[in-house]
C-alpha cells in the first residue's frame, strides 16, 4: 500500500495524529488506538509533562525499572536503579553486588572531570600567524566575550578551564580548532559548552575581522564550520575496581579458586586482543551502565559512543575492563569515561528520575561517575564469571522463561509449574513450548 506523504504532523493535537497514524498506517484498526490510551497516564499533568519531553509524543513507552541491592560502593552501601528491557541484567548485578559485598566493596577513584568542545573552522593563512593572533589577542577576548555565559557555572566552581589552538591542516587543507576544555561540575554541561563554542565562533569571526594581522584575502577565507562539544571526554573519567586473595574467591560452580581466577584472567584477555570478543564485553559493561544512566534520566547514547571511542583510543578495540592476578591477589578494574549530570535535563523533571537520585543519596556528579563504573564493573564480572564457569545460558534462558511464557498468556499457576520443571534443567524455548501444549491438553 501505498502512503501519503503529510504536512504539519507536527501541529495536529495528540488525537488527531493518532487518527491518522491508525487510518493511514493500520488499515483504521481500533485495537491499535487502545493499546496507545492503555499507557497513556491517568493524571494529564504527569502525562502533559511526558508529552513535552519530546516531539510528535503520542504515548509513553514503558521500560521495567528494577532495583540492584547490596552494593558496597567507597564504605556506602547502596541500592541501585536500574531502569532496562533486557532479562537477567538486574539480577546479574545483584548477584555481582551481593559477591563483593562479602570481599570489601568496589572501591572508586576520580582521576579527572575535564569536559571538551571545539569551533572547527577553515582558514586560508599561515599556522604561524595564527598561533600569534590566538596567543596575543584571540585567546583572552574569547574568555572575555563567555563571562556572561560563564558566570553561573563559575560560581559553582566550574567553567572554561582552557583553550587551545589546534593546528590540523596536515589533515584536511586550512583546518583549525578552538580546542576548549569545561568543568561543568554537577550537570552533563551540554548547554552550557555549546552556548560557549557558538560564541567562540562569533568572537573568532569579529576578532579576525578586526584584525590587521591578516590581508583581506585570508579574512575572507574564514569559515566556521560548527561549533560543539565533543563526546569524547577521556579526561572525564572514573576508576572503579574490586580486588580479593584468589583464595577468597570461593566460586560456587565447582571449579577451583585459582582455575576461576585463570579463566577469568583469560578471558579479560581475549577480549583486550580480539575486536570481536571486546565488542561482546563491552556490550554487557554498558548492561550496567546504560540502565542506571537512563534511570537517572542521563544521556545513554552520548555514555555509549564515549565509551566506545575510549575503547579505540590505542587503534585497535579493547575491553573497557582489565584483571591482574599476581601475588595471589586478584584485581579487577574499569577506567570509565563518562559525561553525566545530576542536575538539568530530566533530573528534576521525571519524577522516577528524582527517585532514583533521592535513592542513591542525591549524589554528585562525581558520584554519578563512580556509580555508574562500578554498575559496569559488577556486569561485566558477572557475566565473564558465568562464562568461564557455567554460560550464561543456564541463568539467562531462566529469566528469559517468563518471556516466552508471557508470550503465550501462561497464568500465574502455569509460570509456577515451569518454574518448577526447570529447577535442575536448562531452558529452552521449544521444551518451554511442548511442556505448554502437553500441560493445556491435559
Ligand atoms: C548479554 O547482554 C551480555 C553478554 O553477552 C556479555 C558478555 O558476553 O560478556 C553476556
Known amino acids: 500500500m501505498n502512503h ?7 501541529k495536529l493535537s495528540k ?66 536503579p536500574m531502569a532496562v528491557e533486557e532479562s537477567s541484567v538486574v539480577a546479574a548485578a545483584s548477584k555481582s553486588a551481593k559477591f563483593w559485598l562479602e570481599r570489601g566493596g568496589f572501591k572508586t577513584t576520580i582521576i579527572n572531570t575535564e569536559k571538551l ?17 590566538f596567543n596575543f589577542t584571540l585567546k583572552k577576548k574569547l574568555f572575555e566575550a563567555t563571562e556572561d555565559i560563564t558566570a553561573n557555572m563559575r560560581k559553582r566552581g566550574g567553567g572554561i578551564l582552557d583553550i587551545k589552538l589546534i593546528d590540523k591542516t596536515s589533515e584536511l587543507a586550512n583546518y583549525y580548532q578552538l580546542k576548549a576544555s569545561f568543568n561543568t561540575v554537577d550537570s552533563m554541561g551540554a548547554n552550557f559548552i555549546n552556548s560557549c563554542l557558538e560564541q567562540f565562533g ?27 562539544l565533543s563526546n569524547f571526554t577521556p579526561d572525564c573519567i572514573v576508576r572503579a575496581e574490586v580486588s580479593c586473595k584468589i583464595d577468597d574467591l570461593k566460586d560456587d560452580s565447582g571449579i577451583s579458586n585459582e582455575e576461576f581466577a585463570w579463566k577469568f584472567k583469560q578471558a579479560v584477555t ?11 564485553h563491552n556490550k554487557g559493561v554498558m548492561n550496567g551502565i546504560d540502565a542506571v544512566v537512563i534511570a537517572t534520566g542521563n544521556d545513554f547514547r552520548a555514555t555509549e559512543a564515549c565509551a566506545h ?45 528524582k527517585f532514583s537520585l533521592a535513592l542513591l543519596g542525591k549524589p554528585s556528579a562525581q558520584e554519578l561517575m563512580s556509580i555508574l563504573a562500578v554498575s559496569g564493573l559488577a556486569q561485566n564480572f558477572a557475566a565473564l564469571r558465568s562464562l568461564v564457569t ?25 509460570k509456577q509449574y515451569f518454574v518448577n520443571y526447570f529447577k535442575d534443567k536448562t531452558v529452552s524455548h521449544h521444551e518451554v513450548i511442548s511442556e505448554l501444549n502437553k500441560l493445556r491438553n491435559k
Request: proline share 4%; charged share 20%.
Open 4 to 10: 501519503k506523504p503529510i504536512e504539519g504532523f507536527s
Open 15 to 80: 488525537q488527531h495524529k493518532i487518527d491518522w497514524l491508525i487510518n493511514e498506517y493500520l488499515q483504521g484498526n481500533q485495537e491499535y488506538q487502545q493499546i496507545l490510551q492503555q499507557y497513556w497516564n491517568d493524571n494529564p499533568d504527569l502525562q502533559k509533562l511526558h508529552e513535552e519531553f519530546s516531539e510528535n509524543t503520542i504515548t509513553n513507552f514503558y521500560m521495567p525499572y528494577g532495583i540492584a541491592p547490596n552494593f558496597l560502593i567507597d564504605g556506602k552501601l547502596m541500592a541501585l
Open 117 to 133: 568542545g571545539h569551533t572547527h573552522f577553515i582558514f586560508k593563512v599561515e599556522a604561524h600567524k595564527l598561533l600569534h593572533f
Open 202 to 228: 562569533k568572537t573568532l569571526k569579529e576578532e579576525v575581522a578586526q584584525s590587521d594581522a591578516f590581508s583581506e584575502d585570508e579574512k575572507n577565507s574564514l569559515q566556521i564550520v560548527m561549533n560543539i
Open 270 to 280: 581475549i577480549a583486550e586482543i580480539e575486536p570481536y570478543r571486546a565488542t561482546t
Open 309 to 353: 571511542a575510549y575503547a579505540s583510543k590505542d587503534g585497535k578495540y579493547k575491553s573497557l575492563t582489565h584483571c591482574t592476578t599476581d601475588n595471589g591477589i586478584f584485581r579487577f578494574w574499569i577506567d570509565l569515561p563518562i559525561s553525566v549530570g545530576v542536575v538539568g535535563g530530566l533530573t528534576n523533571l521525571h519524577p522516577l528520575v
Open 390 to 414: 557455567t554460560g550464561i545460558q543456564k541463568g539467562h534462558m531462566k529469566m528469559h522463561l517468563f518471556n516466552i511464557l508471557n508470550q503465550f498468556g501462561a497464568t500465574e499457576e502455569e
